[in-house]
């Protein structure tokens, strides 16, 4: 039995991804901040709920302490929240270091210990090549002219976590993942993007590589990007 946990899965990508490993047979926490909306896109699942707010170690705590406790260890950890800021100050800066890249550093380090009790622990980032310097500085990419301070650069020191823990875990695949512009409620302002389902798949598939799988990488459906 594969036990997986995917942060803020209420809704979008997370959301599709949560089906798409219940399809094949994982029990599947769904983390959200929310507990009503959390429950029922859980019950609406067939998967588990937990608590979690990535910004609040507390909650962090809490959430893996509730999985350790049913079931004793963690195989697949998929870190999908997230938030997309316009604005470009302080606080919001924080806000979007917080969810983006130092939320995923609260959940590994709590997961750590469950994740080395697996055969096969899988740790998957949903970043983005909005985050990759290769993207934006490349006149013939769409991410040269996305103006995204914020969220590009909170994106980026997620890819650098994911290669770093990587490198400092080596029994543990870390990869990080470009799902395609997906039509979410992050990016309804924008009016673009293709079905979460179809995004998913990527995400999905770095989800479940087998033993002998990459790690320290930062795909998207077409293979490894230059970050």
Same mark, same amino acid.
């Given at each position: 039995?594969?036990?997986?946990?995917?942060?803020?899965?209420?809704?979008?990508?997370?959301?599709? $991804?949560?089906r798409q490993l219940v399809d094949l047979g994982h029990v599947v926490y769904i983390g959200a901040r929310d507990t009503?909306?959390?429950?029922?896109?859980?019950?609406?699942?067939?998967?588990?709920?937990?608590?979690?707010?990535?910004?609040?170690?507390?909650?962090? !705590?809490?959430?893996?302490?509730?999985?350790?406790?049913?079931?004793?260890?963690?195989?697949?950890?998929?870190?999908?929240?997230?938030?997309?800021?316009?604005?470009?100050?302080?606080? $919001?800066?924080?806000h979007a270091f917080d969810t983006n890249a130092v939320g995923m550093v609260r959940v590994t380090e709590a997961a750590?210990?469950?994740? !080395?009790?697996?055969?096969?622990? *899988?740790?998957?980032?949903?970043?983005?090549?909005?985050?990759?310097?290769?993207?934006?500085? *490349?006149?013939?990419?769409?991410?040269? *002219?996305?103006?995204?301070?914020?969220?590009?650069?909170?994106?980026?020191?997620?890819?650098?976590?994911?290669?770093?823990?990587?490198?400092?875990?080596?029994?543990?695949?870390? *990869?990080?993942?470009?799902?395609?512009? #997906?039509?979410?409620?992050? #990016?309804?302002?924008?009016?673009?993007?293709?079905?979460?389902?179809?995004?998913? !798949?990527?995400?999905?598939?770095?989800?479940t590589l087998g033993a002998d799988g990459p790690t320290g990488t930062l795909q998207d459906e077409n293979g490894n990007?230059?970050?």
């Open positions: 039995m594969t036990i997986s946990l995917i942060t803020g899965a209420n809704k979008g990508i997370g959301f599709e $991804t949560a009503e909306r959390g429950q029922e896109a859980a019950e609406v699942l067939g998967a588990r709920f937990v608590q979690l707010d990535v910004t609040d170690d507390s909650s962090v !705590r809490d959430a893996l302490a509730t999985i350790e406790a049913r079931e004793g260890q963690l195989d697949v950890l998929i870190h999908n929240a997230g938030v997309l800021p316009t604005d470009l100050d302080g606080p $919001t800066a924080l750590l210990p469950l994740l !080395r009790k697996s055969d096969n622990p *899988n740790v998957v980032t949903v970043s983005s090549s909005a985050g990759s310097f290769w993207a934006v500085t *490349n006149p013939e990419r769409p991410e040269f *002219n996305l103006p995204l301070a914020l969220y590009s650069a909170s994106k980026a020191a997620a890819t650098m976590l994911t290669v770093q823990y990587a490198k400092s875990q080596p029994g543990i695949k870390f *990869n990080a993942v470009e799902p395609g512009t #997906t039509a979410t409620d992050m #990016t309804a302002a924008f009016g673009v993007g293709r079905p979460a389902d179809k995004s998913a !798949r990527i995400v999905v598939r770095l989800a990007i230059p970050w």
